[in-house]
């Protein structure tokens, strides 16, 4: 057999196709968003799984249909609304993309969902995989997808280092077009639960008996260690309310979101009240909260705390307020 057209050929893309989704059949995680094949669902999940793990959008996204259960409530809706029920979730550009693209579906289409690819490309925060995945997903288009899972298992079938659009074509050579969306969820599923990056489990792999790699390749990007910061807040309690502060609204990142406020060094004493760990990119901060009056130049306001499961609050104010037992997490 031919390394690099080992999956291309068509007997061996046909067998490709029947051993995943038999496997898939078989062993899919159970999913709430694979319980519809609803667009506007469809859509919502798969901008929420842009850059963030399973585990923190099932969190996420039941309360986010629970306020917004439909397109039109979700382009009536408050930005401080849609960015409250996205808190946790971090990159809130997407939130406000997706609502800006909610507005144009609502307003300007009538409530109708594009039913292709090609149509999904124009709305706001819709790139070439989302458009694709949502396409073949929701209205069955016989188009493929490739994300860091698609590329990894590709690459590893194949036996060679592909990119760019000869990625694209391979995945289009092997997408099962009867089945386009679970298709493409299977690629996605084997590359995040057996496929993956560093150890993969070729004994249990479906795709053992095509695979040129079985096993770890190297791969071409060199990963970036992460930095270590240690950061502290002071968590200023008064009445039943706590004292926030706003990010500025014209800064790039969570912009107008609720935070506990900084203080610059950690106080005089002899352990915080708490402490977590949160990472942001390449940073794994060390975040200390001390339980000391807000610095006296900080502006910002007074919450009630039952309000503050409403409030727009950055992903780390809401995880130290639920560790410090201030509220629960929405049921
Ligand atoms: S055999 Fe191993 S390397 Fe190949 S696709 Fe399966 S898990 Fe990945």
């Given at each position: 057999m031919n390394a690099r057209h080992a999956v291309a050929e068509s007997s061996h893309a046909q067998e490709f196709r029947e051993k995943l989704l038999s496997w898939y059949d078989a062993h899919a995680r159970d999913l709430p968003w694979r319980k519809s094949r609803d667009p506007y669902r469809v859509w919502v999940s798969e901008i929420m799984l842009q850059q963030t793990r399973v585990a923190a959008v099932i969190e996420h996204y039941h309360e986010f249909l629970r306020r917004f259960p439909t397109v039109e409530k979700l382009a009536a809706a408050r930005e401080a609304s849609v960015l409250a029920a996205w808190?946790?979730?971090?990159?809130y550009r997407r939130a406000r993309m997706l609502h800006a693209a909610a507005k144009i579906v609502a307003r300007e289409r009538g409530g109708t969902f594009p039913s292709n690819a090609k149509d999904w490309l124009v709305l706001p925060g819709v790139g070439r995989y989302t458009a694709a995945a949502i396409a073949s997903i929701a209205f069955r288009e016989a188009v493929a997808v490739v994300d860091g899972n698609v590329e990894r298992v590709l690459q590893r079938i194949e036996g060679q280092a592909l990119s760019g659009e000869k990625l694209w074509d391979a995945a289009e050579r092997v997408l099962e077009r009867k089945r386009p969306g679970d298709f493409n969820q299977a690629m996605m599923e084997l590359g995040a639960t057996?496929?993956?990056?560093?150890?993969?489990?070729?004994?249990?792999?479906?795709?053992v008996g095509l695979c040129k790699a079985r096993g770890e390749m190297v791969s071409a990007k060199t990963s970036v260690p992460q930095k270590k910061r240690n950061i502290h807040y002071a968590l200023d309690r008064r009445d039943g309310s706590v004292f926030l502060t706003q990010r500025p609204q014209d800064i790039r990142l969570m912009a107008g979101m609720w935070e506990l406020p900084e203080i610059p060094e950690p106080p005089d004493h002899a352990k915080p009240f708490l402490t977590v760990k949160h990472s942001i990119t390449v940073t794994d901060y060390t975040v200390n909260i001390w339980t000391v009056p807000a610095p006296a130049d900080v502006r910002g306001d007074w919450w009630a705390v039952e309000r503050l499961p409403k409030l727009a609050l950055s992903g780390l104010a809401r995880k130290i307020l639920r560790r410090s037992g201030i509220f629960e997490h929405p049921k």
């Open positions: 808190s946790g979730l971090g990159y057996v496929c993956t990056p560093r150890g993969p489990q070729c004994l249990i792999c479906p795709l």
